[in-house]
Structure formats: structure tokens, C-alpha cells
């Protein structure tokens, strides 16, 4: 998995509660990336970030928040989890914008 | 709105076939098309990318045909083996790589 290590890997936890995902990298890339996978949509960018302290939204960013203060580190924090975001997360890094994005094992969220 | 759109959801063959996925973009902006091959429990991996300038590119027994004017591409794998059953996804970005949109996923079984 490219030096990409993600924790938890599988997570239950209840609505309303906060969760943060953490990824970490080390391969000293500059892009890294959070997506969603669901059945029937495919993998799905949440936000992603370019640099430290840099960081964009995706196309479903609504309820997520990401923060990168290290560049082998990379947040992705649900503030207030909600069932419909009961999902397979995935990171990803890339080391140019239009290199390969290598994707991390993931982490299962399941939220009651 | 799906921006790349990918068939069949799922495809079964015998080993030696050709399975053959499809996808159709509507955003002549984008210019990087992928495949990813994603197992069991696994993040999804790099296969295959192409860019519009060219209308095939292999490697190996996986094959990309791009038609640029029918805004479509595929994905063919030659003389399939079991260890090619795997769910595999198609994407598309502009500029160049970046911010990827996925197809929904094709889960492929390749009977022994």
C-alpha cells in the first residue's frame, strides 16, 4: 500500500458523536486525498489537500473537516457523525497532480 | 449528477474470455482516464491510464480504447484468470490528474 497506513481500519461509533480518521504517509508526497466508497456510487473525494496546510473540497465535503499540519499526516474529522456516513474511507497520495494516486487499506466506519 | 457513468455492474466469464467494462464521461474538460483494480478488503490499485491524444494503450493482457468523439472508453482484459475476479472502477480528471471522478464499479468474476 505505497507507505500508507490508515487507523482506525474499522470503527463503530453512535450519531452525533465526533470521529477523526488519520492517514499517514512515508513517501514525503505533496497530494493527499480522502474519498468515500459506497455501493453503487464508487469512490468519492471528500477533500483533499496540496501542501501543508492547504487543503480543498470535493465534491461531498458536507459534515467532513480535513486539517494537514505535517505533510505525512493528513485528518479527515466527522464533526458530528451522522448514519448516511457509514461508509469505506479511503486515503490516497500522489506525488505531482497528475501522478498515480496510490490509495491506503482503508477504514470501515460504522455509524449507529 | 454522475459524471462518468460505467457498465455492466457486474460481469461473469470463463477463464480465457474477454471481459470488456465501459464508460462514458460527459465533461470534454477531462483529459486523464484511469482504471483502478480494487480486491477484497484492499484500496483500490492503478491498472491502466490513458490520455485523449492516443485511442488505445496496453499493457500486458490489459487493454484502454478511447474514443474521444463518442466521449466513451473501455477497459478489455485479454485471456481473463481467476485472479483477474476483482472490482474495477473507472475514472476521469481535468488538468491532468488530481481530483479523480469514479465510475460506479464493475465486480468481475472469471470462472475457472
Known amino acids: 500500500d505505497a507507505g500508507i497506513t490508515q487507523s482506525p481500519r474499522h470503527k463503530v461509533t453512535e450519531t452525533g458523536t465526533p470521529v477523526t480518521l488519520r492517514c499517514h504517509q512515508t513517501e514525503n508526497h505533496r497530494y493527499m486525498y480522502w474519498y468515500r466508497q459506497d455501493p453503487g456510487h464508487g469512490l468519492r473525494l471528500i477533500h483533499y489537500s496540496y501542501g501543508v496546510k492547504d487543503t480543498d473540497k470535493g465534491e461531498v465535503s458536507d459534515g467532513y473537516s480535513v486539517s494537514r499540519s505535517k505533510t505525512e499526516d493528513f485528518l479527515l474529522t466527522l464533526e458530528s457523525a451522522t448514519s448516511s456516513q457509514t461508509s469505506v474511507y479511503f486515503c490516497?497520495?500522489?506525488?505531482?497532480?497528475?501522478?498515480?494516486?496510490?490509495f491506503g487499506p482503508g477504514t470501515r466506519l460504522l455509524v449507529l | 449528477q454522475q459524471q462518468v457513468k460505467q457498465s455492466p455492474q457486474s460481469l461473469i466469464v470463463q477463464k480465457g474470455g474477454i471481459p470488456i467494462i465501459n464508460c462514458a464521461y460527459e465533461?470534454?474538460?477531462?483529459?486523464?482516464f484511469p482504471w483502478y483494480q480494487q480486491f477484497p478488503g484492499k484500496g483500490p490499485a492503478l491498472l491502466i491510464a490513458i490520455r485523449p491524444d492516443v485511442s488505445e494503450k496496453k499493457e500486458g493482457r490489459f487493454t484502454i480504447s478511447f474514443n474521444k468523439s463518442a466521449k466513451q472508453f473501455s477497459l478489455h482484459i485479454m485471456d481473463s484468470q481467476p485472479g483477474d475476479s476483482a472490482t474495477y472502477f473507472c475514472?476521469?480528471?481535468?488538468?491532468?490528474?488530481?481530483?479523480?471522478?469514479f465510475g460506479q464499479g464493475t465486480e468481475l468474476s472469471v470462472k475457472p
Open positions: 475514472a476521469a480528471s481535468k488538468n491532468q490528474g488530481g481530483k479523480l471522478i
Open positions: 465533461n470534454t474538460a477531462f483529459d486523464y
Open positions: 490516497a497520495i500522489s506525488g505531482t497532480r497528475g501522478e498515480t494516486q496510490y
